[in-house]
């Protein structure tokens, strides 16, 4: 019944203006359209239509009382709209009636009255972009707005948008506006709406006002709304928009949240205000495990803890100087203890005959690529059956396995207990203190870089490692100069420690320095002051490349220069603009790459569309010969990309288009791209498209594919990738080069026996870590010309990995900091925002006992109201405080 009713309704106002001057229809027909509705229905018709007579009656009183009435049948009937309600399609025909009987009214209250009727009228019968439902509610009494309904308002809404627009391009008065926009929003906010007022607040430019509005019961959904919008919004807005969530954070006392908004700021006056806004030690020992976990190099104050004691608890979390304890806290729990060999990754006896019978030859390749996986897979363990066996003899055992690797490979080997002894820094030292003394250089340089890597994300007052390093970058010997750079870049990223800073600079101007060195100081210099925008740094760089020669620049590693000063800008966005344009008028062989190198840096993480089609416009170009500035414009992409999932499922699909009309070059940089958007997160698709890369007939394409299936494995002990990586090493076991990359890959895949993760996201993908970011970028461009940096002599870049290693663990700690086992629900993360009520966080649970491990995608909840977690985020160290108000079930 009811369609039909509508549609014979609906036909009498199809015009609007000339309803009521139209012919009247012929009697079958007004009986036919009667007989169709209820008694109720035609009761309500005649009614409506004797209110319409009555409203334009001479007589004000009567006016009044039709006005009333109407006010009244229309109310009852919008106040919850599922469909059209009766009264509006019944009065459909007379709008124009109506609205010629305003225009005739005299000004007074009564006209305000018939203003508010035919602003509620025009939600369902005015003509689209006409805003005659704003137009009369601004004419109207200014009564409640509310009392209309939901759908009213949210109709109200999206007209003030279009209005306001209209009117900033006009230069016109928007006051009146402004007043509607507050009635509003407070009636939103109030209905937990909350995303569609600061939708509106963000249309009319004025989301200052939202705190006002804001309270205990809806400021948590507010700011999840108004964090999770500002991925979307450009620049500056989305500053704006993470501004007034901190500002609302920190009023309401939700301090964890507002600290990390602070750090994707990455503005340290606003991690002051945090610190010296709240009174609880307890939330400081959080606020420094999480400035810990981001990796920011933070100074403690006499305004932050003025207490001595206190301040030194702080700064040794801040400090990392319990990651290795908490990490094997870890490990004991989840028994993986027991030291691995890479015999027992590679499991070769799975595999047929072939492969395993080529294996057996001692080649230094093959023990060079076992090197790396015994030290990703024992990474940070302390213990492995290579380098640091248990042996009787006061002659260590570490020596034999050093002395299987030849020249350059030593360096690797000896920088492996470096890698075995991760974040154990007294251990670490004292382990790697015989190798200072050998007489081959090579072994000297990997002990330098060893402590660089025990020393990664670890601070420490004395400066161990800057004591240790300081003298042997000027020696003689290039190996040992690199050495000690690269572990100064390792142990100080992120610090901007001034004194490597001043050092390694002289290195880079420094005329008789080879290339090799002054490319690793470069890479260092990016490392220590990342996403500084450092003036004096990037002087430096920038000069040395000038004095590049012709043929320097043709050699491989002179685009570790562009990429140190690329990383001074990592996300920094329009900073770079100064550098960039001076990069302009390098030499052609390099400019581009430059160019390309900067803004894929500058614009890492942030999800700015408008920069990945500018790199996708350069890939889509056809090269002269030599040009190599596709590969970093490819991997720009995946870095700018990754930031939300919106846009890397977008990137994943633009990158396939590249695959099949791409250039060799830009094959070559694919598969990287890959590897970094899904890094540490094997989705399938990707893993199905590395797989038949992975086989390709370019052996670029094909090692570049290999080492990515490691990537977007690493650390998660994903049995498809290693069962594809074991068939890949039968399948190459003649390929040296392709065979040395799968063992690499497989090394990836079981990095840290599966604890560790090379995500540089954390915090519910909300922090980007700036030195993970760094450490992950430089190895990607190492891989753009495997041939001659990794499977040369520059292997140990891979080492640069070291900087995104974390443990993926959820270690709960009680007051006192020690672990403290509680059972916790892990499951799918769930995206909540904007949802009404309180729906679940996530989905597919089961319930552990702390520790546990985090996969990629996953949540964690507490399961029991015993304890109150002090950050909302459960990652990481999480410091548990006992619930006042628990009382144990009898």
Excluded at 49 to 56: D, F, S
Excluded at 291 to 311: C, E, M, N, Y
Excluded at 712 to 720: D, L, S
């Amino acid at each position: 019944m009811a369609p039909e009713t509508n549609k014979t309704s609906g036909s009498g106002g199809a015009t609007k203006n000339d309803a009521p001057v139209k012919a009247p229809p012929s009697k079958k027909k007004e009986e036919k359209k009667d007989d169709d509705l209820s008694e109720e229905d035609l009761a309500l018709k005649q009614q409506l239509e004797l209110y319409v007579e009555r409203v334009q009656d001479p007589e004000p009183g009567i006016q009044k009382l039709a006005l009333e009435s109407l006010r009244q049948e229309i109310r009852s009937s919008t106040s919850s709209m599922t469909s059209v309600p009766k009264p509006l399609k019944f009065l459909r025909p007379h709008y124009g009636t109506l609205k010629a009987h305003y225009e005739k009214m005299a000004e007074a209250d009564l006209k305000k009255f018939m203003a508010d009727i035919l602003s509620v009228l025009a939600l369902t019968m005015s003509a689209e972009g006409e805003r005659e439902s704003l137009k009369y509610r601004l004419l109207g009494s200014e009564g409640d707005i509310g009392s209309w309904g939901h759908e009213y308002v949210r109709n109200l809404a999206g007209e003030i948008a279009q209005e306001y627009t209209k009117r900033r391009s006009e230069e016109a008065s928007i006051d009146d506006l402004i007043e509607l926009v507050q009635q509003i929003v407070a009636f939103h906010m109030k209905h937990n709406a909350e995303p569609e007022a600061v939708d509106l607040l963000m249309e009319v430019e004025d989301l200052d006002i939202l705190s006002k509005y804001v309270d205990k019961t809806n400021f948590k959904r507010t700011c999840l709304y108004l964090t999770s919008a500002a991925k979307y919004l450009p620049g500056p807005d989305d500053l704006v928009v993470l501004k007034i969530a901190y500002e609302i954070y920190i009023k309401f006392m939700e301090y964890a949240s507002a600290l990390q908004i602070a750090l994707f700021l990455d503005d340290l006056q606003y991690l002051k205000q945090v610190y010296t806004s709240c009174d609880d030690v307890l939330q400081k020992k959080q606020f420094s495990y999480i400035i810990a976990r981001h990796g920011t190099a933070f100074q403690l104050d006499d305004d932050i803890a003025s207490d001595d004691i206190v301040r030194e608890v702080l700064e040794e979390i801040i400090n990392n100087t319990k990651l290795s304890e908490g990490y094997l806290t870890l490990a004991r729990d989840i028994e993986v203890m027991e030291p691995k060999s890479p015999e027992d990754i590679y499991k070769a006896h799975l595999l047929d005959g072939r492969a395993s019978a080529g294996a057996s030859v001692d080649s230094a390749r093959q023990n060079l690529a076992a090197t790396f996986v015994n030290a990703f897979v024992n990474a940070g363990f302390g213990q492995d059956k290579l380098m640091t066996p248990p042996t009787d003899s006061s002659s260590g055992g570490s020596g034999n396995w050093l002395f299987k690797n030849k020249e350059h490979g030593k360096t690797s080997a000896a920088a492996s207990l470096g890698m075995i002894l991760m974040w154990d820094v007294d251990s670490g030292l004292a382990q790697l203190d015989k190798y200072f003394h050998s007489n081959d250089n090579h072994v000297i340089s990997g002990a330098l870089l060893g402590v660089g890597i025990v020393n990664c994300g670890i601070r420490n007052d004395c400066d161990p490692a800057l004591a240790l390093l300081d003298d042997f970058v000027d020696k003689e010997d290039p190996s040992i100069r690199i050495g000690a750079i690269m572990g100064l870049g390792i142990a100080y990223a992120g610090t901007q420690n001034e004194q490597i800073c001043k050092k390694l600079s002289l290195v880079l101007n420094d005329a008789k320095a080879p290339l090799d060195v002054i490319a690793f100081a470069a890479i260092s210099l990016g490392l220590v002051c990342v996403g500084s925008c450092n003036e004096v740094v990037a002087q430096a760089i920038i000069l040395s490349l000038m004095e590049r020669s012709e043929s320097d620049l043709q050699d491989p590693l002179t685009r570790f220069l562009p990429l140190g000063l690329g990383l001074l800008y990592l996300g920094k966005q329009e900073s770079v603009e100064a550098t960039a344009e001076v990069s302009k008028t390098f030499n052609e062989k390099i400019r581009k790459y430059c160019d390309m190198t900067l803004l894929s840096c500058a614009y890492a993480g942030t999800g700015n569309v408008l920069k990945v089609q500018n790199l996708l416009g350069h890939c889509a170009e056809i090269l002269e010969k030599g040009e190599t500035h596709q590969g970093p414009a490819v991997l720009g992409i995946a870095m700018i990309a990754m930031a939300e999932e919106l846009g890397l499922e977008m990137a994943i699909r633009s990158l396939e288009h590249l695959l099949q009309y791409g250039q060799q070059n830009i094959r070559r940089a694919v598969p990287l791209a890959l590897g970094l958007l899904c890094i540490s997160n094997p989705k399938v698709n990707v893993m199905d498209t590395l797989s038949r890369l992975s086989h390709d007939t370019d052996s670029e394409v094909a090692m570049a594919a290999v080492i990515s299936l490691g990537l977007i494995g690493a650390g998660t002990n994903n049995a498809r990738i290693a069962g594809m990586l074991r068939n890949l090493s039968s399948y190459y076991y003649k390929e040296t080069s392709l065979h040395f990359c799968v063992r690499i890959a497989q090394g990836l895949v079981h990095l840290g026996k599966g604890l560790l993760t090379l995500n540089p996201y954390h915090s519910d993908r909300f922090l980007l870590s700036p030195t993970a970011l760094a450490g992950l970028i430089t190895m990607l461009h190492a891989c753009l010309d495997m041939k001659e940096i990794i499977l040369r002599k520059y292997h140990y870049v891979l080492y640069f990995l070291v900087l995104a290693m974390q443990p993926r663990m959820l270690l709960t700690v009680d007051e006192n900091l020690k672990p403290l086992p509680v059972p916790v629900r892990v499951g799918q993360a769930v995206d909540v925002v904007g949802q009404a009520g309180r729906p679940k966080t996530i989905t597919g649970f089961q319930t552990h006992s702390t520790p546990v491990l985090l996969a990629a995608g996953d949540r964690a909840e507490l399961a029991t109201e015993k304890y109150i977690p002090l950050t909302p985020i459960l990652e990481g160290f999480v410091i548990l405080k006992e619930n006042p108000d628990y009382r144990e079930d009898q």
